[in-house]
């Protein structure tokens, strides 16, 4: 079974708007985060946002959201007042407790910002 | 230096060559990582260091690949008799033990031919 699930191949907002990307996980694990990163074209991987398993409160950083669903297994990102700059593939990635502390992404979105 | 270095920024190579891609990760950063990223594809992870040490290989695909991290700073990669398949960007990361804050390089991009 896929552990992290990007459904949205790809995406378009128009920039001011707001805009959700999609992603849910799957782990037994109580202890694990979840990350957000992108990836422009140049190809370098930005963190974007982190959630801990046991953080009460959703994840905020600046224009970024983490919407954090336990219950559901889902951890969506919220990117409000969208740039032209965010045009970018954005991946959502796991790291579980029994890991090593390694990522496990999913497949990605696909996201363009139209003028 | 102020960010993940990798080099080469692409390589191609022929078809049964081995090759050797470097890392060289953020001064002071003891957990090394190795990802590789299929054209439309999330990273996938390959290999971990904590310091010098391998703590978790069990990403590598085969015995072809293989990697060290002899004192604890820069990394190699090494891929004997490439395939074309091993076509991808290869992406290393660092942090801090215990931290979540993950560094990525800009990859290098190889292409077996």
């Known amino acids: 079974a896929q552990k992290i699930t990007q459904t949205q191949p790809g995406m378009f907002v128009q920039e001011k708007e707001a805009v959700t990307l999609d992603c849910t996980y799957d782990t037994s694990d109580q202890s694990y985060g979840l990350f957000w990163y992108k990836q422009p074209s140049s190809g370098e991987m930005i963190f974007l946002i982190y959630?801990?398993?046991?953080?009460?409160q959703n994840a905020t950083e600046g224009r970024y959201s983490l919407n954090f669903q336990k219950a559901r297994k889902s951890a969506n990102l919220v990117i409000s007042a969208s740039q032209l700059g965010d045009s970018a593939m954005y991946f959502c990635a796991m790291r579980e407790a029994g890991s090593a502390r390694q990522l496990t992404f999913g497949s990605g979105t696909q996201l363009t910002v139209l003028p | 230096g102020a960010g993940v270095s990798q080099t080469p920024s692409n390589k191609v190579t022929e078809k049964g060559k081995y090759v050797e891609l470097r890392c060289d990760p953020i001064?002071?950063?003891?957990?090394l990582y190795w990802y590789r990223q299929s054209l439309g594809q999330g990273p996938e992870f390959l290999i971990y260091?904590?310091?010098?040490?391998?703590?978790?290989d069990s990403g590598l695909p085969n015995d072809r690949f293989f990697a060290v991290r002899p004192e604890g700073s820069v990394s190699t990669l090494k891929i004997q008799r490439t395939e074309r398949g091993d076509s991808a960007v290869y992406l290393c990361?660092?942090?801090?033990?215990?931290?979540?804050?993950?560094?990525f390089g800009s990859g290098t991009r190889l292409t077996v031919v």
């Open positions: 990361a660092s942090s801090l033990t215990g931290s979540y804050g993950y560094t």
């Open positions: 959630q801990g398993s046991y953080d009460e």
């Open positions: 001064s002071g950063h003891t957990a």
């Open positions: 260091f904590q310091g010098t040490g391998a703590a978790d």
